[in-house]
């Protein structure tokens, strides 16, 4: 998928160089995710679908942002539901690179039977959560305390995305 001088394609074990990179930078901001480290490679892969996993990279193969994929639960009644992660460089803040992705995830998840998408964000990640409300995901939850952060307990917002064409 071409775009203005970007690209959209499958993320491959040879962009986790790039991927970890920005991976890193997110965990460093402590506004993305419970995680304090990025894991390697085999592990990431093992934890997160084939389905949904994609790079924007530039046209200089510099990877300025991922999304991917992971269930929600392995139970058959589920297969449909899934949970995404996305993280946008930080030098590639505010250019429009988490909506490209997102429009592209949701492409094609749908095409690929997915009726709900979850997403899990602080809730002071007033750009994440706006972010995902701009694709059709609402908010439908709020957890308090749900986990510690560097020994501080924080709070998160659930979000969910139906689609209006699979599962339907």
Do not use: C
Not at 69 to 93: C, F, K, M, Q
Request: no cysteine; glycine share 8%.
């Amino acid at each position: 998928m071409k775009n203005t001088g970007y690209a959209i394609r499958p993320m491959v074990a040879d962009d986790w160089e790039q991927v970890a990179k920005i991976y890193a930078d997110g965990i460093a901001g402590r506004m993305a995710t419970f995680e304090t480290n990025v894991p390697a490679w085999d592990y990431w892969d093992e934890k997160h679908l084939d389905v949904g996993r994609l790079v924007l990279e530039n046209s200089a193969s510099k990877i300025l942002g991922w999304v991917a994929l992971s269930a929600v639960s392995h139970r058959e009644v589920y297969r449909g539901v899934v949970e995404n992660t996305i993280y946008v460089a930080s030098d590639a803040h505010g250019q429009g690179v988490g909506s490209r992705l997102m429009s592209a995830l949701v492409e094609i998840s749908e095409a690929n039977g997915i009726w709900m998408i979850q997403a899990v964000t602080f809730q002071e990640n007033s750009a994440s959560i706006a972010l995902h409300k701009k694709y059709g995901y609402r908010e439908v939850g709020y957890r308090e305390r749900i986990a510690k952060l560097d020994g501080t307990w924080r709070n998160t917002v659930l979000l969910e995305r139906r689609s209006a064409v699979a599962g339907v």
